[in-house]
């Protein structure tokens, strides 16, 4: 998974910020109909992608596969992406990004630690729980450590303390919660956000210590 994760250091959500040079240039609202093109074009590929996971193995899946049920051209396709593991990136950015936005509220900005922990790993369950396909799909294409990647860079770049002694605490955290996570996953969702809110919360409040 080498390859995965270079490609997630590289490849990061896209926002909606326009640079100052297309703020004065003449043909920007040709520029800004062709992002949303290809913001179009990128979410029907994402999506199909996701469902065709769902049908057979990823490995089996083809561009052209890809395409057909995107509805795009290969042309389109590839003006957007030069691999499936680089849509699976795109997805995995996604969710990562719309997760830390969800937390921001409960998150303490200085150290990166729940504010509320309840309200944070119920928002969290919330928020997987809504994605739930696309999580089951990248677990299915073997893209899981892509996540957890992504969940400790999410998690250090919300927390001002770079401390070795911080930085080390989040990726414990950020394991921990990952595992948790996959568990979920595996059992198909099987407990509901409240069972596994309150689980959560037992262990957030339990010393390693005590049996």
Known sequence: ???????????????????????????????????????????????????????????????????????????????????????LVDLVDSLIFEINQKLLPYTNELTGKAKEPQKFIKVLFEVIYQQRNIYKALQSAKFDDVILDCLNEMMLSTAHDKSDENVYRIYFKAGALYNVLLKWIQSDFAKSIDEMTKICLEVYHTPMSQE
């Open 1 to 87: 998974m080498k390859n995965n994760k270079t490609h997630t250091r590289m490849y990061k959500r896209r926002g909606n910020v326009i640079p100052n040079h297309e703020l004065y240039s003449p043909n920007t609202s040709q520029h800004q109909s062709n992002k949303e093109t290809n913001r179009l074009t990128r979410e029907a590929i994402c999506t199909a992608l996701v469902f065709l996971i769902q049908e057979q193995p990823f490995n089996k899946i083809t561009i052209t596969d890809i395409v057909k049920r995107a509805g795009v051209s290969r042309t389109a396709y590839y003006n957007n992406y030069s691999s499936k593991q680089e849509i």
